[in-house]
Every structure is written in C-alpha cells, then in structure tokens.
C-alpha cells in the first residue's frame, strides 16, 4: 500500500463535519449494487456505489462513493466484503434521518455520512501488519439484541409480515444456482435463492438479488454457514402466492456470528433431520406411545388430508398428522436388495458401500468422528382398504422391529424360506395400522407416510370402525 502523506489517521468515532485530510481504516461489512444516473444539470452519467465500512465493534458507517461509471464498475470489481481499506479524503457529513438513508441504507450507529468523490478521494487495500485485526469484525452483529423471528413464524404466519422487516438467525440448508431474471422494465438481473433453517422450522427460501451477497453464497456450507440477517424484508411472492424474506439494499448479513445463540444453532445443524425421510423418521421415532393414536381415517381420507394444503404455506406442526386405519398389506417385499441397509451413526445418512461415510457435510468425512456403521431396515409397504391404497409406505428401524418381531441383523441371518413366512403373518392380513403423515406442500412435491406399529385386528373391531368414506 503506498504510503499516506499529510493526512491523519482516525478512528470514526473521533471524526466529525468539517474534518479534512483524514485517514480511516477499516473493513467493508456490507455492499449494495452500484447505479448508474443522470445529473440534471449537464445530463451527464454518472455511477454511484453504496457500502458499510467498520473499523471497531460499535463503530460503522454508511459510504456513498461518486464517479464515472467505468470508475464505480472498477470499485465494485475491485473491493469486495471482507477486505481490509484504507479511505482517505472522505467528506464528512451529517446522517439525514427520515429519508432515502433509512428506506434504503443498512442501519448503523455513525451519525455521519461518509462521501468519496473519483479524483479528490481515494480508497485503497489495506495491507500492513494491523490488517489482520480487523476481520474478527465480520462475525460482531450489527444489532447488539438477536431479536429475531423463528422460521416456524414465518412459515406460518409469513403473509401478515408483508411489507415488514425482520431479523433472522439461521443456518444454510442449501444454496441454489444464479438464476437470469427478467424485470417489468426489461431488465435482466440476477437472483439467488438460499435455503435455510432453525431449531423451530426448515425450508425457508431467502431471496438475495444483491451482487455481493449473490457471490458471497457460493462459499456457504449447507449446515455449517450460520447467518444473522438484519431487516430482510417480508416480499409478496406471485409466483408462490406467499410472503417470502428478500434481502434488500438495507439487508446486512453477518456470516457465523459470534453470539452463543449461534453456536447452539450451529450444534443443531450438524445433525438436523432436513430431508423428508429423515425428518419422518425422526417424527416417527419419537412416538412414545402409539397407541394414543386413535383419529380413524380411511385411506381416501389420509390420501385428501395429505395433498390438501399443497399450495399453503403451513407451519410444522400443520405439515404432518397422525391417523389409524383398517387396512389390509397388499404388498410386502423382503427380497428386495436394500429390505436392510447400512447407516452411519453420525449422519444417519445410507452408506452405499465401503467403510465409511461419503457424505461431506458428516463429521465422519470431516475427520471428527469415527464411522460407526448400523444395519437397519428399510421396508415399503401397500395399506388398502375399500376407498384406496397408501402405496409406498415407509417402515423402518423400531417399528419394523416390532411389526417383524425381529432386528435387522437377525432378519440378514435368515434363509429364504424363513423370510417368506415372515412375509406371509402380514401379508392380506386385515391390520390396524397407526400412520405418521407429512403432507406434500411447495417444497415437498409428495407426502410421505410412515408405519409407526401395525397389528393384525380382531374382525368384529375391523366391522364396527371401519368408515365408510
């Protein structure tokens, strides 16, 4: 970095209107898309660029910076979130409150505006000695308070926020491609949706159309990147006809935060059921009873239950229900190849073959753990009754246990003819069969139902509650 003659070297919470000559150094904590507008009086271009500069815990301020529009494309290629830079010359002025800078400007806690003008200001990297001590500044949240709103609140009450700004703490889930959209105007901009996740909810989609966030995605870590988001703002979505949180030019987001309801998020994450299997497995494993479930449906009554709320946005506990049938197994297959299967304790992700977890968000394939393989089962299964089929039903781990009355590893010791005679106790059998259902919803094309215990029934019980419909 060249050397700085003739100015001074401050800290923001020492400067004030007027200043001139001054020197600052910290690191860029948020970026907004640069514009390109006309000035009125000359009909001249011109190229503006927006972003928030740190340089201590409690200090940050927003940054305008004026140019040619080639000028502002080079800073905007050139100085990215997370560099350490150098500002010299800025014009010092006061924050006006009320307007534009609080409607489209992160907030912060400067009551100045900082403004560098191509040609009497200059910004540089900022790569001496002390450049290192200012990173741990990215993790410190721009809000001292984590007032946040659960995920399960927003999918559930999502379209009563509309319009409002929220904060969030959440882990990434997933991270999907740029997308090319084109705007009213005939604009093409790129989009970039992320999907996330708390202790309370999953499968939240966060839209980022900011360039600098868009790029900064691509290096998220589904279960391992946790994000504190400040004033997302609740967007109407046509598309889904729901609410969903957009990030915007106010929107500054502070990737794994150092606050401990971050760390308890982050051990959270690690081993969260995500998927539809793995959440229904862990719902359905943790049954305690199943013998308090008493609701009698048909089977046409589960199949309209489970599709009805397709195109909602509902909270978790509206995603699933519980139900009893009358039904008889009309299919049965334990000679299938993957009837038993190999899970690793870690992930409880299926390990196809080898001795070891490929998952590369498990801690196994991360080197924390060992890998500690578990034979379970892993049955499909057909309920039909009068009205219809539930086809594909899910059997697994304890309950197909109990259903079988036998564990995996001893179901892989039997012979062929012991396995047929298994098959036959429940196979056209007339069954009570108690169901764990998640329904289909936008994310999830399809429900899924799983068999949390399955007796054959008395005949007499079968006639007096079966329903008709």
């Keep these: 970095m060249a050397a700085h003659i003739g100015v001074r070297r401050m800290a923001l919470a020492d400067v004030c209107p007027g200043l001139e000559d001054t020197l600052l150094i910290g690191i860029i904590i948020g970026s907004q898309n640069s514009r390109t507008v006309t000035i009125r009086k000359d009909l001249s271009l011109r190229g503006v660029w927006n972003f928030t500069f740190r340089d201590s815990e409690a200090d940050f301020v927003n940054v305008t910076v004026w140019g040619t529009p080639a000028y502002i494309d080079s800073c905007t290629d050139k100085f990215h979130v997370g560099d350490v830079v150098s500002i010299t010359n800025a014009k010092i002025a006061f924050r006006v409150t009320g307007g534009s800078e609080d409607t489209f400007r992160p907030e912060v806690s400067s009551p100045f505006q900082l403004t560098l003008t191509e040609g009497s200001s200059e910004m540089q990297h900022h790569d001496l000695p002390d450049a290192p001590s200012f990173m741990h500044l990215l993790h410190i949240p721009t809000r001292q308070s984590l007032d946040t709103v659960p995920v399960r609140d927003i999918n559930s009450n999502g379209n009563v926020m509309q319009g409002n700004f929220v904060n969030l703490l959440v882990a990434v889930q997933n991270v999907q491609r740029v997308r090319q959209i084109k705007m009213q105007d005939g604009r093409q901009v790129e989009c970039r949706e992320v999907t996330v996740f708390d202790c309370t909810g999953s499968g939240l989609s966060l839209q980022l159309w900011e360039k600098e ?12 990147t946790i994000l504190y988001a400040v004033d997302i703002r609740m967007k109407w979505n046509n598309f889904r006809n729901s609410c969903i949180p957009t990030v915007t030019s106010k929107t500054i987001i ?9 760390e308890c998020l982050r051990v959270y994450a690690h081993a969260a059921p995500l998927q539809a299997t793995a959440i229904i497995d862990y719902l359905a494993s943790n049954i305690v009873d199943a013998g308090t479930i008493r609701n009698v449906l048909s089977v046409r009554a589960v199949l309209s239950r489970a599709w009805a709320d397709l195109n909602k946005t509902m909270s978790d506990d509206e995603q699933q229900f519980t139900a009893l ?3 008889a197994v009309t299919h049965l297959d334990l000679h299938h190849e993957n009837v038993v299967v190999t899970k690793c304790t870690s992930c409880n992700k299926m390990v196809s073959g080898g001795n070891s977890c490929v998952n590369p968000e498990c801690a196994v394939e991360q080197g924390s753990e060992m890998f500690v393989p578990l034979r379970v089962f892993n049955i499909r299964i057909n309920l039909s009754d009068h009205t219809g089929t539930l086809k594909n039903c899910r059997l697994t ?6 259903v079988l009355g036998c564990t995996a590893p001893q179901f892989d010791s039997m012979s062929s003819d012991q396995k047929i005679l298994l098959k036959w106790n429940l196979l056209l059998e007339h069954c009570a069969a108690r169901i764990l259902v998640l329904k289909a919803s936008h994310e999830r094309r399809q429900p899924y139902i799983s068999l949390v215990s399955c007796n054959i029934a008395d005949l007499a019980e079968v006639a007096s509650r079966l329903p008709v419909l």
Excluded: F
């Design 213 to 224: 966030l868009i790029y900064q995605a691509s290096q998220w870590k589904s279960r391992e």
């Design 254 to 262: 502070t990737v794994d935060p150092q606050v401990p309801d971050a």
């Design 325 to 327: 049938i009358y039904a």
């Design 397 to 402: 781990a304890d309950a197909a246990e109990l």
